[in-house]
């Protein structure tokens, strides 16, 4: 499979969904200057943050060369993301918006104000046949903005009334603001749901997820889902070289994953796409000046470390997981969701993706 062209062809196809050439300057230049409403919010939690409000032309997006990934179609909300992740691949598709695919990709967000009555019309349409729709390919549907807009209830909603089967994947702690209209879905269709959490230490976490839940409430989530009756994988994503991949921190994580009661896990090293790489590196020399070199030797071949190194990583993650009793996962749940906010595997990565499930 070959997420790379998911994330990126996916993006541009929902941009040019979404329509307008709008001159270049303060509003994203794919969405005409009159369709867009900029705002910003005086609360501590928006402090920053700029967005950008646009009515979409379509919502449901088909994944160019679909029949190499794991789902077909998917619905994006939002553009950027407030979670922050430093590694986060979905920076490049900033610039499909003339947007800053650094701070700017934290801080500019557009939001898909109609995308509710927009789904709502579109799976109704002659030519819908139903398929799974994957959430939180691109960007995740429940950062921060979505406490404000509260688009996910209208989307879960009319999946929900279509009996729609969808996946969800996130780090955001506010998916349980929807878990009845989780549970009213999983009761007439397929629902899947998968949390990442790539490591436990806390002080990584800090600077190199700034905007997202700590990971710990992240697996909170998982175990409410569970309690629920709604399964839920763990993308453990990224797994970050000479950072969070000795064998002690890999058997923690997995074992806290299991421990929450997830249903899979499924281990990616960190892959540095361009706009995502420059970004880290930076990060990288301010947090860890000592680690660049073996970063650039790592990653001296592309975008994706060596494939000895992957498969190291997934075997350990895989034994442990064995050890701990993990999976396998339930159908419709993890095998439906990619990696697509994660680092995905592309031509130098197909161990990591082939063992997606334990
Ligand atoms: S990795 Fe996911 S949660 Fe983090 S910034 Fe990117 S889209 Fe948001």
Known sequence: MRWENLTHDAAAETAAADGGTGPGGAP???????????????????????????????????????????????????????????????????????????RGFDSQIVVKVNAPELLRRELAGRRWRGEHIAMGTNVDCYQRAEGRYRLMPGILAALRDFANPYSILTKGTLILRDLPLLKQSAEVTDVGVAVSVGFLDEELWRTVEPGTPAPRRRLDVVRTLAEHGIGCGVLMAPVLPFLSDSPEQLRATVRAVARAGATSVTPLVLHLRPGAREWFMTWLERHHPR????????????????????????????????????????????????????????????????????
């Open 291 to 358: 680690l660049v070199r073996r970063y650039r030797t790592m990653y001296a071949g592309g975008s994706y470390a060596p494939k000895w190194y992957q498969r190291q990583v997934t075997r350990q993650v895989h034994e442990y997981a064995t050890e701990l009793g993990i999976g396998p996962s339930a159908p419709g749940t993890a095998r439906r969701i990619g990696p697509a906010e994660e680092p995905g595997a592309g031509p130098d990565a197909p161990e990591s993706t082939q063992l997606t499930l334990l």
């Open 28 to 102: 994203p230049a794919l969405f005409g200057t009159a369709a867009v409403v900029t705002r910003t919010f005086d609360t501590p939690e928006f402090q920053g943050i700029t967005f950008h409000e646009v009515r979409a032309r379509s919502l449901v997006n088909r994944v160019p060369g679909a029949s190499r990934m794991a789902f077909d179609w998917t619905v994006n909300p939002y553009r950027g993301c407030s979670h922050a992740c430093v590694y986060c691949f979905a920076r490049k598709t900033h610039d499909y918006l003339d947007l800053d695919t650094g």
